[in-house]
């Protein structure tokens, strides 16, 4: 398995990730991890739009990717991995996903969150998962795009 990125980024697809994420990543395939976007078909044809030409495309549930991942069905492609939250993103590695690092790219305010960066806002439940996945180990950046710094979220989060 060759993932290649992991981002939070609640508008999954769009400009960003289509064109400068996945360039300058290589993917070979954007996997979108979702359980509300796998049963949306709305949403399913506008993943399929606005994924690059010539870039693979899987939309799957939390419960599908494990599997999936963890069974090795990626391991010769450059895979990004992109999750609409917080949660999803510490659910699969909960669930065994071998993830170092996660990138927290654009989660926009809404009630009870605060912003931390321009593109952030995080509830105190995001916070107190982004504090254990630390503590475990695991790399976490707020980082808008590639050129912008990969610092830590910790920074941010005061």
């Given at each position: 398995?060759?993932?290649?990125?992991?981002?939070?980024?609640?508008?999954?697809?769009?400009?960003?990730?289509?064109?400068?994420?996945?360039?300058?990543?290589?993917?070979?395939?954007?996997?979108?991890?979702?359980?509300?976007?796998?049963?949306?078909?709305?949403?399913?044809?506008?993943?399929?739009?606005?994924?690059?030409?010539?870039?693979?495309?899987?939309?799957?549930?939390?419960?599908?990717?494990?599997?999936?991942?963890?069974?090795?069905?990626?391991?010769?492609?450059?895979?990004?991995?992109?999750?609409?939250?917080?949660?999803?993103?510490?659910?699969?590695?909960?669930?065994?996903?071998?993830?170092?690092?996660?990138?927290?790219?654009?989660?926009?305010?809404k009630?009870?969150?605060?912003?931390?960066?321009?593109?952030?806002?995080?509830?105190?439940?995001?916070i107190?998962?982004?504090?254990?996945?630390d503590?475990?180990?695991?790399?976490?950046?707020?980082?808008?795009?590639?050129?912008?710094?990969?610092e830590?979220?910790?920074?941010?989060?005061?």
């Amino acid at each position: 398995m060759a993932i290649e990125h992991a981002r939070v980024d609640e508008r999954l697809i769009h400009g960003q990730v289509a064109t400068v994420w996945t360039n300058t990543l290589g993917a070979q395939r954007i996997m979108v991890v979702n359980d509300l976007a796998v049963k949306d078909q709305l949403q399913i044809g506008a993943l399929k739009m606005a994924k690059p030409p010539g870039v693979k495309l899987s939309i799957l549930s939390k419960r599908k990717a494990i599997e999936k991942i963890l069974a090795g069905n990626y391991k010769e492609e450059n895979v990004f991995l992109i999750t609409k939250d917080i949660q999803d993103m510490a659910d699969l590695i909960d669930g065994g996903v071998p993830l170092n690092t996660i990138n927290v790219g654009n989660i926009s305010q809404k009630e009870g969150s605060r912003p931390i960066k321009k593109s952030v806002a995080l509830t105190q439940t995001d916070i107190q998962t982004i504090k254990r996945l630390d503590e475990q180990g695991i790399i976490i950046t707020a980082q808008m795009i590639p050129s912008e710094s990969d610092e830590t979220i910790l920074n941010f989060i005061k």
